[in-house]
């Protein structure tokens, strides 16, 4: 019913800066909170940055100041710029998003595929 695609990962040097996008497309009545996650190799997956319907933001201490989530309601699609990257930055990204479903109007939780980042020292 609802599909999140993710795109802009790829492979950057430290320092270096990238942009991943996070479309929602299907039968959606409205998107409320919007999410990144990112799983490490060997590692559990963990929240990054959350923005609220409104604009309200929160992120991982780890990446504050570095990372800005962004979202455009029009279009669906929730973004996440990312600079001065580290190498403990690799990951594979998750945008997760809470949907009120068109056909339902009930709220149900939606992941993407995810999409790869790799940083090198």
């Known amino acids: 019913q609802v599909q999140l695609v993710e795109s802009g990962g790829g492979l950057v040097q430290a320092g270096g800066s990238l942009r991943l996008s996070c479309a929602a497309s299907?039968?959606?009545?409205?998107?409320?909170?919007m999410r990144w996650f990112r799983q490490g190799p060997g590692k559990q997956r963990e929240l990054v940055a959350t923005i609220t319907t409104g604009g309200t933001t929160n992120y991982a201490d780890s990446v504050k100041g570095r990372f800005t989530i962004s979202r455009d309601n029009a279009k669906n699609t929730v973004y996440l710029q990312m600079n001065s990257l580290k190498p403990e930055d690799t990951a594979v990204y998750y945008c997760?998003?809470?949907?009120?479903?068109?056909?339902?109007?009930?709220?149900?939780?939606?992941w993407g595929q995810g999409t790869r980042v790799t940083v090198s020292s």
């Open positions: 997760h998003a809470t949907v009120v479903v068109a056909t339902t109007l009930l709220a149900n939780d939606y």
């Open positions: 299907g039968s959606i009545f409205s998107i409320n909170t």
